[in-house]
């Protein structure tokens, strides 16, 4: 019998396959567009066209079969399963599952299912957003967390962020990144004191993960703790 193509490719050299936005932003260690974030073979295929702007500001949904495409060419070349480089594409989530024959994390936000379990009597998942304006019920929902209690701080006000990695600028200020993610945090701290774990949506966020963690001391889960789980659960 012959085997579909990517049932052949599975046979030799697997990997995790990341599906990237259309970008010009800088990817340092950390971030999940450089390969050196991770202890184990990734691939990276960008979507054309995805800008942050059609992905986040829009939730395009025309762009879906694109991401589509993207995934099988991953699938056939060997990929044993499928990340995104965007948290907001918690939106395509099921017809991305649907479409594709292999499992498919498409956002860190799938964690606030796992850090709910975490809560104490009280207590709300935090969540660091690249933009809150635009992470609505349709995209929580998307994934089945719409209804578990989350307080939720965006990165709107911070401008070396939103310059870099929603305005697609192609330099990064690293120390002053880091700390306006530190002031961030401290302000949904602030604001919301009866925050327990916090889920990084931005895929941009991990190399300033730790900082997060030293100054609120919670657990901080972000895109590279997802596909490192992943990976361990699909390697064969």
Same mark, same amino acid.
């Given at each position: 019998?012959?085997?579909?193509?990517?049932?052949?490719?599975?046979?030799?050299?697997?990997?995790?396959?990341?599906?990237?936005?259309?970008?010009?932003?800088?990817?340092?260690? =950390? $971030?999940?567009?450089?390969? +050196?974030? %991770?202890?184990?073979?990734? !691939?990276?295929?960008?979507?054309? #066209? @995805?800008?942050?702007?059609?992905?986040?500001?829009? =939730? $395009?949904?025309?762009?879906? +079969?694109? %991401?589509?495409?993207?995934? !099988?060419?991953?699938?056939?070349? #060997? @990929?044993?399963?499928?990340?995104?480089?965007?948290?907001?594409?918690?939106?395509?989530?099921?017809?991305?599952?649907?479409?594709?024959?292999?499992?498919?994390?498409?956002?860190?936000?799938l964690q606030v299912h796992l850090a709910q379990t975490l809560l104490k009597d009280g207590q709300k998942v935090g969540v660091l957003t690249a933009r809150k304006s635009c992470l609505n019920h349709e995209h929580l929902s998307a994934i089945g967390i719409a209804d578990i209690p989350m307080a939720i701080q965006g990165m709107e006000n911070f401008p070396e962020f939103t310059r870099v990695f929603i305005g697609g600028q192609p330099t990064l200020d690293v120390d002053l990144c880091r700390r306006e993610m530190v002031s961030a945090a401290m302000h949904l701290i602030k604001e919301h004191p009866a925050v327990g774990p916090i889920v990084l949506e931005c895929t941009n966020m991990p190399p300033f993960a730790d900082a997060v963690r030293r100054v609120t001391k919670r657990p901080v889960f972000d895109i590279t703790t997802l596909l490192s789980s992943a990976w361990a659960g699909c390697r064969r």
């Open positions: 019998m012959t085997l579909p193509p990517h049932k052949k490719s599975l046979t030799k050299d697997p990997f995790m396959g990341i599906l990237m936005l259309d970008t010009t932003f800088p990817r340092i260690i =950390g $971030d999940i567009g450089n390969p +050196q974030t %991770f202890d184990f073979p990734v !691939r990276y295929r960008t979507v054309k #066209g @995805a800008t942050p702007e059609r992905i986040v500001v829009q =939730g $395009d949904k025309a762009m879906i +079969q694109p %991401f589509v495409s993207a995934g !099988r060419d991953l699938i056939r070349e #060997g @990929a044993i399963a499928l990340g995104t480089s965007c948290g907001f594409l918690a939106l395509f989530h099921k017809a991305l599952v649907a479409a594709l024959p292999v499992p498919v994390f498409s956002s860190s936000l």
